[in-house]
């Protein structure tokens, strides 16, 4: 039976991905909202990953990300955009801060067409990621995608609440529903949608009401 089911943190996401299901992260301030972002701005695929200080107590494998961003690129003939903190410095400190993705990428052979930093709905502003993969490596997001991603996870996918350039009220978090029901139909099995972080509030506000809108669109069975 299909259902889906709500969870928070690193640890969480990669429990829902051993358990076979499709993981979907929310931080709402600012990676998922960022990734959202990029995919009205015709980003081709997004996907996050975990920046080199991380440390839960889960397994991270950001440059098997890098690699799995690279073959996505070279397959469509273009290149890999990474989105990363710090916000306020330089390309060379956000490179610093994701120098385990960067390798992957750079090992699998696309290039990194630009570094820019995590703001959020503003972030197509700074560049065109048009037809671009895009990879936020974030210390809350990016880790929790990283989690699922590296325990095998059918999907890691994104959503939030928050309104972007081209969404408003409801319609970002339908769309992260419509994008979540669709990955589980693929692969045949439930949803688990995880807070970012227990400690955020917005978070675990916003993964509960994308797990409200996936019940309203037809995934009816909610696991306790």
């Known amino acids: 039976m299909k259902f889906v089911t709500l969870t928070a943190n690193a640890s969480g996401a990669a429990r829902a991905a051993r358990e076979g299901l499709v993981v979907m992260v929310v931080d709402v301030i600012d990676m998922s909202t960022t990734l959202e972002a990029a995919l009205d701005a015709g980003a081709l695929a997004v996907l996050g990953a975990s920046p080199d200080g991380a440390s839960p107590p889960v397994e991270l494998n950001p440059a098997a990300i890098g690699r799995r961003a690279a073959e996505m690129a070279l ?91 081209k969404k408003k009220g409801s319609a970002p978090a339908r769309a992260a529903a419509l994008r979540a029901i669709e990955a589980a139909h693929q692969y045949n099995t439930g949803i688990c949608v995880v807070a970012a972080s227990a400690n955020s509030l917005e978070d675990l506000l916003a993964a509960e009401y994308i797990m409200k809108a996936i019940i309203e669109e037809g995934f009816l069975t909610v696991k306790k």
Not at 91 to 118: C, F, K, M, W, Y
């Open 75 to 165: 397959a469509a003939g273009t290149g890999v955009v990474l989105v990363t903190e710090p916000r306020v410095g330089t390309d060379r400190e956000r490179a610093e801060n994701a120098s385990r993705l960067l390798a992957g990428v750079r090992q699998a052979g696309a290039e990194v067409t630009a570094i820019i930093p995590n703001l959020g709905a503003e972030t197509p502003k700074i560049c065109d990621l048009a037809g671009k993969v895009v990879v936020a490596a974030t210390g809350t997001g990016g880790v929790a995608y990283d989690a699922a991603f590296t325990a095998g996870a059918p999907a890691v996918i994104t959503g939030t609440v928050a309104r972007t350039l």
